[in-house]
Structures are given as structure tokens and as C-alpha cells.
T-cell receptor, first 111, second 116 residues
């Protein structure tokens, strides 16, 4: 059974810093891994999708990596801004149609 | 584009009442799912559908029913609400199976349900 863990649960950094969010999973035989952003009281917004055959994916200031052998994915945020404050969730695909989520990292960027 | 639309956004039910959470998508996606999000538990899969007329159970299906009569709609029914069903419910859709190449899941804005 796939289990996904995100550490730390909360992170607070000053504006402008580069930062890394961590996601680990127990079953290395994953298909794809998806990173989401969730604002308070809102739904999930897809940030990046990494296919199992890829090692990283980039979108703007975001870069996600995937290392299946070590069971880890990281989300790198460059030059953080207050608008980046949100909860970040990673999810691994299990079976045909199940997303297994971590519990998220609540990120606060301080002006 | 509307994407995935969930109604209502908020709902308070009394124990034992029934209700239906609505989910509609306008992207012609075959695959749809329902998740619930609870503090400390993350999001967990309730039911999913791989096309009209086809549904299957997820991780936490007890107390919930689903049906899929059209591609666009995937309602979630609570037959007899219990306080343990207090949660935020999210509907998601994807055009192809999530394990396929370059397939993302798209989520609705959620329904916050309180059962008293």
C-alpha cells in the first residue's frame, strides 16, 4: 500500500528565499506524481505533473524532481513571494485512478 | 471555462438526513472521483468512475453511494448522514486514467459539509 509523507508540516520563510518542499513515498513502483497548491477554503490547483519516466519538470519559478529509487520528490520554489503562501500537496498515483496524498506542507512567505 | 463545478459550497445536515453533493465537469472527461479531506488524514478516495455507467469503490466508500448516468455529472449521495461524515468533499476529473502519460487530475472548489 502506497503511503505518502510530507515534511515539514509547516514552513515559514522570508520573501525572496529559495526553498524546497519534500515528499516521500513508500512504493517506488509509482506511475506519476502530481504537486498541488491549496489556498485556505479553496480547491486544489495542479502545479506540476511528473511522469514516472521523467526526473524533473519545470513551470516558471517551480521545479519538481522525482527520484523513484529513493522514494522522494521535491518541489523547488525560486525567489519566493507572499503570494506563494498556501498549502502544498503531493500525490502519487496508485492503481488506475487513485491519488494517494501526503498531508501537505503549509507554507508562509513573510514580506 | 467552468472546469469542475461542485454544489453546494456549504451544507449543514442533521444526523440521519440524506443529501446529494453535485459535481459537474464540462471538459468531456471520462474519469471522475470523489475525495474527502479531513484534518490529519489528508485526502482519501471515496468512489470513482471510469465512464458513464461504471463506478467503483475507493478507500472509504461506506455511507456513500454514487452513480454516473452521464459523462458530465457524478453526484455523491449520503443516505443517512452521520457526524463522522463531517468533512470537505472534493470532486476531481481527468480525461484519461491517471496512470497514463501526461494525465492530470482537475479538482473542484469543494463542498464543506457539517453533520450535527
Amino acid at each position: 500500500k502506497q503511503e505518502v509523507t510530507q515534511i515539514p508540516a509547516a514552513l515559514s520563510v522570508p520573501e525572496g528565499e529559495n526553498l524546497v518542499l519534500n515528499c516521500s513515498f513508500t512504493d517506488s513502483a509509482i506511475y506519476n506524481l502530481q504537486w498541488f497548491r491549496q489556498d485556505p477554503g479553496k480547491g486544489l490547483t495542479s502545479l506540476l505533473l511528473i511522469q514516472s519516466s521523467q526526473r524533473e519538470q519545470t513551470s516558471g519559478r517551480l521545479n519538481a524532481s522525482l527520484d523513484k529509487s529513493s522514494g522522494r520528490s521535491t518541489l523547488y520554489i525560486a525567489a519566493s513571494q507572499p503570494g506563494d503562501s498556501a498549502t502544498y500537496l503531493c500525490a502519487a498515483i496508485q492503481g488506475a485512478q487513485k491519488l494517494v496524498f501526503g498531508q501537505g506542507t503549509r507554507l508562509t512567505i513573510n514580506p | 471555462n467552468a472546469g469542475v463545478t461542485q454544489t453546494p459550497k456549504f451544507q449543514v445536515l442533521k444526523t440521519g438526513q440524506s443529501m446529494t453533493l453535485q459535481c459537474a465537469q464540462d471538459m468531456n472527461h471520462e474519469y471522475m472521483s470523489w475525495y474527502r479531506q479531513d484534518p490529519g488524514m489528508g485526502l482519501r478516495l471515496i468512489h470513482y468512475s471510469v465512464g458513464a455507467g461504471i463506478t467503483d469503490q475507493g478507500e472509504v466508500p461506506n455511507g456513500y453511494n454514487v452513480s454516473r448516468s452521464t459523462t458530465e455529472d457524478f453526484p455523491l449521495r449520503l443516505l443517512s448522514a452521520a457526524p463522522s461524515q463531517t468533512s470537505v468533499y472534493f470532486c476531481a476529473s481527468s480525461p484519461t486514467p491517471l496512470r497514463g502519460a501526461r494525465t492530470e487530475a482537475f479538482f473542484g472548489q469543494g463542498t464543506r459539509l457539517t453533520v450535527v
